[in-house]
Protein backbone atom coordinates (compact mmCIF):
# COMPACT_ATOMS: atom_id res chain seq x y z
CA UNK A 1 0.00 0.00 0.00
CA UNK A 2 1.31 3.21 -1.04
CA UNK A 3 1.49 6.01 1.88
CA UNK A 4 0.65 9.87 1.69
CA UNK A 5 3.25 12.28 1.79
CA UNK A 6 1.30 15.45 3.59
CA UNK A 7 3.69 18.49 3.30
CA UNK A 8 1.81 20.47 6.68
CA UNK A 9 2.18 16.99 8.84
CA UNK A 10 5.98 16.94 8.91
CA UNK A 11 5.59 14.69 12.31
CA UNK A 12 4.45 12.12 10.00
CA UNK A 13 6.70 12.84 7.06
CA UNK A 14 9.95 13.86 8.49
CA UNK A 15 10.94 10.37 10.68
CA UNK A 16 10.03 8.65 7.51
CA UNK A 17 12.35 10.45 5.66
CA UNK A 18 14.96 10.54 8.07
CA UNK A 19 14.84 6.59 8.08
CA UNK A 20 14.95 6.43 4.26
CA UNK A 21 18.50 8.91 4.58
CA UNK A 22 19.63 7.11 7.54
CA UNK A 23 19.43 3.87 4.65
CA UNK A 24 21.11 5.78 1.97
CA UNK A 25 24.66 6.87 1.56
CA UNK A 26 24.05 10.36 2.95
CA UNK A 27 23.45 8.95 6.32
CA UNK A 28 26.91 10.00 8.09
CA UNK A 29 26.26 13.20 6.41
CA UNK A 30 22.84 13.69 7.57
CA UNK A 31 24.67 12.93 11.25
CA UNK A 32 27.09 15.23 10.86
CA UNK A 33 24.56 18.06 9.87
CA UNK A 34 22.55 17.20 12.52
CA UNK A 35 24.51 17.35 15.00
CA UNK A 36 26.05 21.07 14.25
CA UNK A 37 23.77 23.15 16.87
CA UNK A 38 22.92 25.61 14.51
CA UNK A 39 19.02 27.28 14.53
CA UNK A 40 19.35 28.41 10.57
CA UNK A 41 17.78 25.72 8.49
CA UNK A 42 18.97 27.31 5.64
CA UNK A 43 22.62 27.89 7.08
CA UNK A 44 22.29 23.43 7.67
CA UNK A 45 21.10 23.12 4.50
CA UNK A 46 24.20 25.32 2.72
CA UNK A 47 26.23 23.07 5.01
CA UNK A 48 25.07 20.14 4.07
CA UNK A 49 25.40 20.91 0.20
CA UNK A 50 28.95 21.80 0.83
CA UNK A 51 29.72 18.13 1.59
CA UNK A 52 27.50 16.93 -0.88
CA UNK A 53 26.08 17.60 -4.25
CA UNK A 54 22.68 19.62 -4.01
CA UNK A 55 21.59 17.59 -7.49
CA UNK A 56 22.03 13.87 -5.65
CA UNK A 57 20.13 15.11 -2.18
CA UNK A 58 17.13 16.50 -4.34
CA UNK A 59 17.22 13.55 -6.55
CA UNK A 60 17.10 10.73 -3.79
CA UNK A 61 14.34 12.90 -1.75
CA UNK A 62 11.98 13.57 -5.14
CA UNK A 63 12.69 9.41 -5.76
CA UNK A 64 11.25 8.61 -1.74
CA UNK A 65 8.59 11.38 -2.07
CA UNK A 66 7.76 9.64 -5.99
CA UNK A 67 6.53 6.21 -3.94
CA UNK A 68 4.02 7.59 -1.92
CA UNK A 69 0.56 9.69 -2.94
CA UNK A 70 1.54 13.55 -2.39
CA UNK A 71 -1.60 15.22 -1.17
CA UNK A 72 -1.66 18.44 -2.67
CA UNK A 73 -4.86 21.54 -2.59
CA UNK A 74 -6.31 23.58 -5.20
CA UNK A 75 -8.60 26.85 -4.80
CA UNK A 76 -11.40 25.91 -7.33
CA UNK A 77 -14.78 25.46 -5.96
CA UNK A 78 -15.64 22.30 -7.58
CA UNK A 79 -18.74 20.86 -8.52
CA UNK A 80 -20.03 17.14 -8.28
CA UNK A 81 -19.34 16.26 -11.54
CA UNK A 82 -15.90 17.98 -11.81
CA UNK A 83 -14.85 16.84 -8.47
CA UNK A 84 -15.78 12.82 -9.23
CA UNK A 85 -13.38 13.85 -13.33
CA UNK A 86 -10.66 14.64 -10.37
CA UNK A 87 -11.09 11.81 -8.37
CA UNK A 88 -11.05 9.25 -11.71
CA UNK A 89 -8.26 11.38 -14.17
CA UNK A 90 -6.46 14.08 -11.68
CA UNK A 91 -6.23 17.43 -12.47
CA UNK A 92 -6.52 19.04 -15.95
CA UNK A 93 -3.76 21.70 -16.69
CA UNK A 94 -5.43 24.66 -17.67
CA UNK A 95 -6.79 25.45 -20.63
CA UNK A 96 -8.99 28.52 -21.96
CA UNK A 97 -10.82 26.45 -24.17
CA UNK A 98 -11.48 24.09 -21.38
CA UNK A 99 -13.28 26.67 -19.10
CA UNK A 100 -15.17 28.11 -21.62
CA UNK A 101 -18.26 25.94 -20.94
CA UNK A 102 -17.94 26.52 -16.99
CA UNK A 103 -17.48 30.34 -17.71
CA UNK A 104 -20.57 30.52 -19.84
CA UNK A 105 -23.02 29.04 -16.96
CA UNK A 106 -21.15 31.39 -14.25
CA UNK A 107 -22.05 34.31 -16.34
CA UNK A 108 -25.11 33.34 -17.80
CA UNK A 109 -27.10 35.40 -15.08
CA UNK A 110 -25.24 38.45 -15.32
CA UNK A 111 -27.54 40.53 -16.56
CA UNK A 112 -25.69 42.06 -19.05
CA UNK A 113 -25.13 38.66 -20.43
CA UNK A 114 -26.53 38.81 -23.33
CA UNK A 115 -24.42 42.20 -24.43
CA UNK A 116 -21.53 40.71 -22.99
CA UNK A 117 -20.90 37.30 -24.76
CA UNK A 118 -19.56 37.95 -27.67
CA UNK A 119 -16.04 39.19 -25.31
CA UNK A 120 -16.10 36.00 -24.05
CA UNK A 121 -13.70 34.61 -26.70
CA UNK A 122 -11.31 37.55 -26.83
CA UNK A 123 -11.37 37.41 -23.03
CA UNK A 124 -9.77 33.55 -22.96
CA UNK A 125 -7.43 34.55 -25.59
CA UNK A 126 -6.24 37.32 -23.64
CA UNK A 127 -6.05 35.84 -20.32
CA UNK A 128 -3.91 32.80 -21.69
CA UNK A 129 -1.35 35.08 -22.29
CA UNK A 130 -1.16 35.89 -19.11
CA UNK A 131 -2.02 32.50 -17.44
CA UNK A 132 -0.31 29.36 -16.27
CA UNK A 133 -1.54 28.01 -19.87
CA UNK A 134 -0.60 24.57 -19.71
CA UNK A 135 0.06 24.40 -15.94
CA UNK A 136 -1.63 22.34 -12.82
CA UNK A 137 -2.26 25.17 -10.50
CA UNK A 138 -1.69 23.58 -7.03
CA UNK A 139 0.06 23.88 -3.49
CA UNK A 140 1.48 21.03 -1.49
CA UNK A 141 0.42 22.90 1.91
CA UNK A 142 -3.18 23.75 3.21
CA UNK A 143 -1.97 26.29 5.15
CA UNK A 144 -0.89 27.95 2.21
CA UNK A 145 -3.40 27.18 0.12
CA UNK A 146 -5.70 29.29 3.03
CA UNK A 147 -3.41 32.28 2.95
CA UNK A 148 -4.30 32.84 -0.71
CA UNK A 149 -7.32 34.72 0.43
CA UNK A 150 -8.43 35.45 -2.93
CA UNK A 151 -8.67 32.00 -4.42
CA UNK A 152 -10.58 30.91 -1.67
CA UNK A 153 -12.91 33.92 -1.39
CA UNK A 154 -12.92 34.41 -5.52
CA UNK A 155 -11.91 31.81 -6.85
CA UNK A 156 -9.33 31.05 -10.03
CA UNK A 157 -7.59 33.62 -11.19
CA UNK A 158 -7.69 32.74 -14.72
CA UNK A 159 -11.81 32.94 -14.47
CA UNK A 160 -10.95 36.24 -12.84
CA UNK A 161 -9.01 37.53 -15.91
CA UNK A 162 -11.65 36.58 -18.07
CA UNK A 163 -14.73 37.90 -16.01
CA UNK A 164 -12.83 41.29 -15.78
CA UNK A 165 -12.38 41.38 -19.48
CA UNK A 166 -15.86 40.56 -20.54
CA UNK A 167 -17.51 42.47 -17.81
CA UNK A 168 -14.95 45.06 -17.20
CA UNK A 169 -14.15 47.60 -13.95
CA UNK A 170 -16.39 46.81 -11.04
CA UNK A 171 -17.00 43.55 -11.64
CA UNK A 172 -14.40 42.57 -8.90
CA UNK A 173 -16.65 44.12 -6.93
CA UNK A 174 -19.36 41.90 -7.57
CA UNK A 175 -17.62 38.67 -8.83
CA UNK A 176 -19.81 35.99 -10.36
CA UNK A 177 -17.14 33.30 -10.47
CA UNK A 178 -16.02 33.07 -7.18
CA UNK A 179 -20.04 31.70 -6.68
Same mark, same amino acid.
Given at each position: ??????????????????????????????????????????????????????????????????????? %? =????? *? $?????? !????????? +? @??????????????????????? %? =????? *? $?????? !????????? +? @???????????????????????????????????????
Amino acid at each position: MMTTFDLDDVKVWGPRLNDELQISEFAAVVDQIRSVDLQDGEVRLRDLFSIIPQEHFVRTVSSWIEKQTVT %A =YHGSR *L $DDIELQ !SVRSWGLKV +L @SPTSRQETLIKKFAPHPDWALRE %A =YLMDA *L $DKAAGR !SAVGKVHVT +L @SYWHLLALHDVVQKGSEFDRKVEFEVFGKGSEEAPLVGQ
